[in-house]
């Protein structure tokens, strides 16, 4: 079964930084784009970054460009978050997926001013 | 970057039909934006039914189906039971491999 497990939220500060990780299992991981999606609390999806299968391309929402960064390890099947100078507006579970059919449970950030 | 409306809230009756719509700010909506639909109920994560428009994953119960409507993606659920009542939420792809979401849709079955 494909599952995706994500790990590394917490309660950070304003201006602070964390590295969030997802672990995949049960589909070949290295043959798919990944996603972090986040959702704030009572609120609507957004959908943050993506990574190509290989690594060599990646996308963010702009909210974020220049502070969080997407990247992957196909050897050990993770997908990783660098989420630099949060801010509160970054309070959010996280979502790691494989928009097709996998989601994981989240993860919970929570950024205090 | 463009926006992608939803409705709301949308209240169907059991056993009724309704469709959910997701439109686009930047024109009408294509094959091209490659259109998901998630069905979230609270305190869950997100549940894949429909992707690349109108393609459903295996977990997908038949009652739901995937189109392009009038310009917008379309959710349409008919014969809507009890365990339908949840949020859905529509994402487009854009320039780049960026995907955006709607704001999602409230459905409530009463």
């Known amino acids: ?113 | 970057q463009a926006v992608v409306t939803q409705e709301p809230s949308l209240t169907v009756s059991p056993g009724g039909t309704v469709t959910l719509t997701c439109g686009s700010s930047a024109g009408a909506v294509t094959s091209g934006h490659y259109p998901y639909w998630f069905q979230q109920k609270p305190g869950q994560a997100p549940r894949t039914l429909i992707y690349d428009t109108s393609n459903k994953q295996s977990w997908t119960p038949a009652r739901f189906s995937g189109s392009l409507l009038g310009g917008k993606a379309a959710l349409t659920l008919s014969g809507a039971q009890p365990e339908d009542e949840a949020e859905y939420h529509c994402l487009l792809s854009y320039t780049g491999a960026r995907w955006v979401f709607g704001g999602g849709t409230k459905l409530t079955v009463l």
């Open chain 1, 1 to 113: 079964e494909a599952q995706l497990v994500e790990s590394g939220g917490g309660l950070v500060q304003s201006g602070g930084s964390l590295r969030l990780s997802c672990a995949a299992s049960g589909f070949t991981f290295s043959r798919y784009w990944m996603n972090w999606v986040r959702q704030a609390p009572g609120k609507g999806l957004e959908w943050v970054a993506n990574i190509k299968e290989d690594g060599s391309e990646r996308y963010y929402v702009d909210s974020v460009k220049g502070r969080f960064t997407i990247s992957r390890d196909n050897a050990k099947n993770s997908l990783y978050l660098q989420m630099n100078s949060l801010r509160a507006e970054d309070t959010a579970v996280y979502y790691c997926a494989l928009l097709r059919n996998v989601w994981g449970k989240g993860t919970t950030v929570i950024v205090s001013s």
